[in-house]
Every structure is written in structure tokens, then in C-alpha cells.
């Protein structure tokens, strides 16, 4: 059972990445990349990764694909206003591509194969409970150093909007 | 091939019997926000239907559909249709993980009047929660139609605003309880309250978390997109909002997401803050524990239906908020309040203890 | 436990299935029994009647992605506080450090929670959580009434 899941969504997974850069209105994009994030965290959930699973959904899915589609629907990305690309641009944006295939590849080869999805031992560390206990004893610092990074983030938004707000 | 086994078939009738219930009580809202509109503004309401109008709401949703479906020329076919769908699913979802009664023995086995009882239910209703602003987003989108976007665009921004506030407020309740199963929290509430004896099965959260109460509401009305909050539909610019281009079956869909959506708030509020199944002096009555369930599931369905007649009174007293006022208590009220809220939680928590 | 969990995911997924399938019947069934007759100006989109100007998609108020890129942060936020909300109250824990436990993460989240605010009050500082407030204009009309007499009224009926 947790096999023919596992393959339906990876197939879910890889077909919605896949439509991600076919699709030729960048809404639809969007819409597959949710569905895409959904699969994925179908996967999370397969490996008993409750939190990670719920993370997903909120901040990826949720949060993240909302800010996507107000910037796409937005800004006017329909067909007429796409500004063609120089030749360069894409020959530069297929090499840089090219290497993080590369790169992934490697890794893949790196990996022992014989190891299959079914043999990681379940644990029950991507409960919740667990993982703040964890969170808030062992990985304390690097927690408290987040909330700077978020500081930082919210700050860089701030002064982004600062630009937008002077030219209207 | 084996037979299916019998808990999955107990699954399977309470899933659709959960359906049923939520559907009928929504379709029954619509009802019951006419005769209470009709009430409060002392008019009689829908007669005509069957004695008190009570055909009423099958009448309606015979007309949603019989009626012809008009996609605008100009509009994404494809969204168009996602949109009210998406809407509609997301109202579904959220009632997997409420817990509707205690056990049920029944043919000497155990039913639990729960479809599933998921230890990060709590997280669960929020991450449907988030989900439920494409479908609104999408449709006003797609429908290629100035006020639908303009309604669309409020919309999302409303329901993320108040989303923010919905999560702090839900973290504090966590910090009293410890645990994010819905069906533990109800459990919890049924013991003494302050550990009075007198106050037995008293023990709501309501009580440990009045402010926390309070933001929840607000943020549920907000996320249901019920008057005071009702900018994204608001007739008297935007024509219907997100859905005015809609017709038929479509146009049903977001309307009736609408009122399951209010319903579905009204039970979560219920047995988060409310006590859920609970009621007082339950173990005085000396009943069978079945007996017990059932007055239970009574005691929890009254709740429910005195929100939604709180939601009802609320739309018809209250006037719509202006744009700048609703960002305005989103952000710089029940934010604020809502943090102030985790930290006198924490702080009280440690004194007591 | 763990596979009683996994299962009981299931039963969330058989429920989003049906949910699915709900819709999509009623949409079908919907679809054959209603008429359809669509012509030229049914399908135009609706502007209260006048013909439609230009596209709908342009530029919109900044402030709305700002409030959308403060959002995703805060959810970020929300989501790290709630492990913490679920051991905070740990009375395992907190027995087993003298009562130490409960005061070493609330001050965690507190510094946590201080830093999130800073952020809060300099997006609010810098007015981008203010929304344009609708101003009414007066009018300069000159009234044959003098505005004392107005004043006189208010402030009558002011102190009663």
C-alpha cells in the first residue's frame, strides 16, 4: 500500500513540475506548483514527517504560492506584454541549468541504490512533540539566530515596498 | 479479494453521514439566515415553500441547477470553473477532524463519533484554512472582470491579515493543552473548572482563554468573510465582488461554501473553546454511556447552532467596516493583542503551576 | 502507533476524495440539465451596463504585496512557536529540571517573540501598515445660514 502511494505521488510530483515550466500562462504555473507541493508533502507524510508535512501545506502551498499569484496576476504577464528574451539570456539560462542537472546527477550517482524507500525505519522524531523538544534544547542557538534572519527578511521587504510606494 | 473490514466500513458510514449533516445544516443556514434576517428586521420571511418555508432551501438549490450557465467570453475557461470548486472542497475538508460525540457501543464494538482523530488536527484546520483563499483568488481572477479582482484582491488580503492573528490566538490555546488533537481538547474540557467541585464538566477553555476567544471569532468571522467583514462581496461598490460574474451551479458553490463554512467555525469554536461534547453534571445523571453520546452530541449541535445564530445576528446588526479600519484591527489590534495573550498565557501557566 | 497514525491520514485522504467527488457529480449533473443558449451579449463581462475599457489586469496598490511578504514571515514564525506551545507545558520536563524548564523556554520565546515584534513595529513605524483613509472633502460653499448658528446648535446639544 505505502509503495503504490509512494509511486502515485511521485508521478503527481514529477507530471506537476513538469506542466510547472510547460504551461504557458504563468497562473497555471503557480496552480501546478501547489499541486506539485501537495505531492511532496504526501511524501513527507510516508516518512511519518508529520510537522514537515504540515509546514508544507502552510507555508509553501499556503503562504508562499498566495504571494506568487498577487505578484503574477498582478503585474501583467499575459502573452501580449512577455518581453521576448535575447539569444544570450537563454543560452546563458540553459548552461546554468544545465549544471544544477549536472550537480543533481552526481549526487543520484553517489547514492547507494540498494537502500529503498521502505527500509528507512520509521521514527517518530518528525512528530511534533519531539521535534520541539528537540528544537528548543539541542538546536537552540541556531533557533534563536533565525528569528535575526527573519528580522532581516522583514526589514528587505519593508524597504522593497519603500521603492514601490514612492513610484506610484 | 478480502471483504473490506468492519472499521472501515464504520469509517465510511460516519464520513458520509458527516457530509450529510454539513450539508444539511448548511442548506438549512440559508433558511434560517432568512427567517432570522426577516426577525430582526421584523418581516415575515419565507412562507410559501411547505409550512414555515421549510421546502425553501430544496427550491433554491433545484434553481442553481436549472439555470443557465454563462462563462464570460473574455474569462479562462479553466480557472473559471476551478475557482468555485476549490472554494467548495476546502469547506468540506475541515470536518474530518471535528469530533462530532464521545463512543458509541454499538454490537459490542466501540465507534467513535469521529471521522479521524489526527494528533495535529489543530494544524490541520489552519492548513486548510490557508488553502482556502485560491478558491476565491482563482475565480475573481479568472473571471477577467474589474470588481471581481478588485473583490478577489480584498479577499486574499483580508483572510491572510486575519490568518496571522487566527494562528497566535490558537498558539496560546496549545500552550494550556499541550496537545493539537481536537478530540483530546474537547476531552480535556470535560473536568472542574478553577478544580471546584461544584463547577464538574465545566472546565471550557473559554474560561482560560477569553482573550484568546475573542481574537478567534473575529478572525473566524473574517476567514468566513461574514458581514462586518464582507468587503470582498460588498454590493454597494463592487457589484457581487469575486463572484459577480457567476451563474448557476458556480454561483452556488460559493455561496453555500460560504455557509458551510460558518457552520464548520461555528463547530470548531465549539469544541475548542466551548467544551465540544461536554456538558455539566454529566456523570450526576447516572446514564448509560450511550445515553450519555448521544445527549452529548445534543449538547454539541446546540452549540453549534447558537454560533450560527450568533454569526446571523451579528450581519444583520453591524454596518461593513471601511477598507483602512479592517487592516487597521487585523494588523494593528489583534496582532499585538494576540502575542500579549501568549506571553500573560506563558507567565500564568509558570505562576500557577 | 505509528502505522494506526498513517492510516488514520488515510482516512483524511478518503474524506478529500469524497469531497472531490461531490463536486465534480453535482457539476456534471448540473451540466446536462440546464439549458444552454449563450449568445453575443450574455457573454460579455459585467460593468453595471457600460462596454468595458481596457484589460483588467494592471498595476495594483504596492501595499498588498508588502502585507502578502509580511504574512509569509509572520507564518513562518507562527509555525516555529507551535512545537514550542506543545512542550512549553510539559510537566515531565518541568519536574524534571526543579521547575527550571518552563522559565528557560519562555524566556527563549520571549527573545524570539521580541525580535518578531521589532520587525512588526518597523513596518508599522514606516507606515506601510496604514491604509489610505478616505478623505471628505469640504465643501466651500458659502450658506445664507452663518456657520456661528451651526456651532451654537453643536455646541448645545453637545453638553446635554
Redesign the interface.
Known amino acids: 500500500m505505502d509503495n503504490i502511494l509512494f509511486f502515485i505521488l511521485s508521478a503527481l510530483a514529477i507530471g506537476g513540475a513538469l506542466m510547472v515550466i510547460l504551461a504557458r500562462n504563468p497562473v497555471y504555473s503557480v496552480l501546478f506548483t501547489i499541486l506539485t507541493f501537495f505531492a511532496i508533502g504526501g511524501h513527507f507524510l510516508l516518512l511519518n514527517a508529520q510537522f514537515l508535512f504540515i509546514v508544507n501545506i502552510i507555508v509553501y502551498a499556503g503562504a508562499i504560492m498566495v504571494l506568487f499569484l498577487y505578484v503574477i496576476m498582478m503585474l501583467n504577464l499575459n502573452k501580449q506584454s512577455e518581453p521576448t528574451q535575447p539569444f544570450f539570456i537563454k543560452v546563458i539560462a540553459a548552461i546554468s541549468g544545465g549544471l544544477l542537472l549536472i550537480t543533481l546527477l552526481g549526487a543520484l550517482r553517489g547514492m547507494d541504490s540498494d537502500k529503498v524507500i521502505s527500509d528507512i525505519p520509521y521514527s517518530d522524531i518528525g512528530l511534533v512533540k519531539n521535534l520541539g523538544k528537540v528544537l528548543f534544547t539541542e538546536y537552540l542557538i541556531p533557533f534563536e539566530i533565525s528569528s535575526v534572519l527573519f528580522l532581516s527578511a522583514m526589514i528587505g521587504a519593508v524597504m522593497l515596498g519603500k521603492k514601490n510606494l514612492k513610484d506610484h | 479479494m478480502e471483504i473490506l473490514p468492519i472499521e472501515v466500513i464504520d469509517k465510511l458510514v460516519i464520513i458520509v453521514a458527516v457530509f450529510g449533516i454539513s450539508l444539511v445544516i448548511a442548506m438549512y443556514s440559508t433558511l434560517a439566515e432568512r427567517k432570522v434576517s426577516a426577525f430582526l428586521q421584523d418581516r415575515i420571511g419565507p412562507n410559501r415553500a411547505g409550512i414555515f418555508g421549510i421546502f425553501q432551501p430544496l427550491a433554491d438549490g433545484v434553481k442553481f441547477f436549472m439555470k443557465e450557465e454563462i462563462i464570460p467570453a473574455t474569462a479562462d475557461k479553466g480557472l473559471f470553473i476551478l475557482g468555485p470548486s476549490l472554494s467548495m472542497l476546502t469547506a468540506c475538508m475541515t470536518s474530518a477532524v471535528i469530533p462530532w460525540g464521545d463512543t458509541l457501543e454499538l454490537f459490542g464494538r466501540v465507534i467513535p463519533l469521529q471521522v479521524t482523530d489526527i494528533n495535529i488536527a489543530v494544524l490541520y484546520v489552519f492548513a486548510v484554512v490557508s488553502i482556502g483563499v485560491y478558491g476565491i483568488m482563482i475565480g475573481g481572477w479568472a473571471s477577467n472582470n474589474k470588481f471581481s479582482l478588485l473583490g478577489a484582491l480584498r479577499a486574499s488580503s483580508q483572510m491572510i491579515s486575519y490568518e496571522i492573528a487566527m494562528g497566535l490566538s490558537i498558539v496560546a490555546l496549545i500552550m494550556t493543552t499541550g496537545t493539537m488533537s481536537i478530540g483530546e481538547i474537547v476531552y480535556q474540557q470535560g473536568g472542574e473548572l478553577y478544580g471546584i467541585g461544584a463547577l464538574d464538566g465545566f472546565a471550557w477553555n473559554v474560561f482560560y482563554q477569553p482573550l484568546g476567544f475573542l481574537i478567534f471569532m473575529i478572525c473566524a468571522f473574517a476567514e468566513c468573510n461574514r458581514t462586518p467583514f464582507d468587503l470582498p462581496e460588498c454590493e454597494a461598490e463592487l457589484v457581487g465582488g469575486y463572484h459577480t460574474e457567476y451563474s448557476s451551479m458556480k454561483l452556488g458553490f460559493y455561496l453555500f461554501a460560504e455557509y458551510i463554512n460558518m457552520f464548520i467555525s461555528s463547530a470548531i469554536m465549539s469544541a475548542l473553546y466551548f467544551g465540544g461534547f461536554n456538558f455539566p453534571f454529566i456523570d450526576k445523571l447516572d446514564l448509560s454511556h450511550n445515553w450519555e453520546t448521544i445527549i452529548g452530541v445534543g449538547f454539541f449541535f446546540t452549540k453549534i447552532i447558537a454560533f450560527i445564530f450568533f454569526f446571523m445576528w451579528i450581519r444583520w446588526t453591524l454596518p461593513r467596516f471601511r477598507y483602512d479600519q479592517l487592516m487597521r484591527l487585523g494588523w494593528k489590534i489583534l496582532i499585538p493583542l494576540s502575542i500579549l495573550n501568549i506571553i500573560i498565557t506563558g507567565l500564568v501557566l509558570l505562576l500557577t503551576l | 502507533m505509528?502505522n494506526s497514525?498513517?492510516s488514520?491520514?488515510g482516512?483524511?485522504l478518503?474524506?478529500?476524495i469524497?469531497?472531490?467527488a461531490?463536486?465534480l457529480i453535482?457539476?456534471t449533473?448540473?451540466r446536462f440539465?440546464?439549458?444552454?443558449?449563450?449568445n453575443?451579449e450574455?457573454?460579455?463581462?459585467?460593468?453595471?451596463g457600460e462596454e468595458?475599457v481596457g484589460?483588467?489586469?494592471?498595476?495594483?496598490?504596492?501595499?498588498?504585496?508588502?502585507?502578502?511578504?509580511?504574512?509569509?514571515?509572520?507564518?513562518?514564525?507562527?509555525?516555529?512557536?507551535?512545537?514550542?506551545?506543545?512542550?512549553?507545558?510539559?510537566?515531565k520536563?518541568?519536574a524534571g529540571t526543579d521547575?527550571l524548564w518552563?522559565?528557560f523556554?519562555?524566556t527563549?520565546?520571549?527573545?524570539?517573540?521580541s525580535?518578531?515584534?521589532?520587525?512588526?513595529a518597523?513596518?508599522?513605524g514606516?507606515g506601510?501598515?496604514?491604509?489610505?483613509?478616505?478623505e471628505p472633502e469640504v465643501k466651500d460653499y458659502q450658506s445664507p445660514v452663518p456657520k456661528s448658528l451651526y456651532e451654537a446648535l453643536n455646541q448645545k446639544y453637545l453638553k446635554k
Open positions: 505509528v497514525q498513517l488514520e491520514f482516512i483524511v478518503l474524506f478529500i469524497g469531497a472531490i461531490f463536486v453535482t457539476l449533473v448540473s440539465i440546464r439549458p444552454n443558449r449563450p453575443y450574455k457573454l460579455t463581462s459585467y460593468e453595471c468595458s484589460n483588467v489586469w494592471s498595476q495594483f496598490n504596492a501595499r498588498f504585496y508588502i502585507i502578502a511578504l509580511i504574512f509569509i514571515l509572520f507564518e513562518v514564525e507562527i509555525l516555529f512557536i507551535f512545537p514550542w506551545a506543545t512542550v512549553f507545558g510539559d510537566e520536563k518541568i521547575g518552563g522559565w523556554s519562555l527563549e520565546m520571549f527573545i524570539f517573540i525580535i518578531l515584534i521589532l520587525g512588526l518597523y513596518a508599522w514606516k506601510f501598515l496604514d491604509w489610505i483613509k478616505p
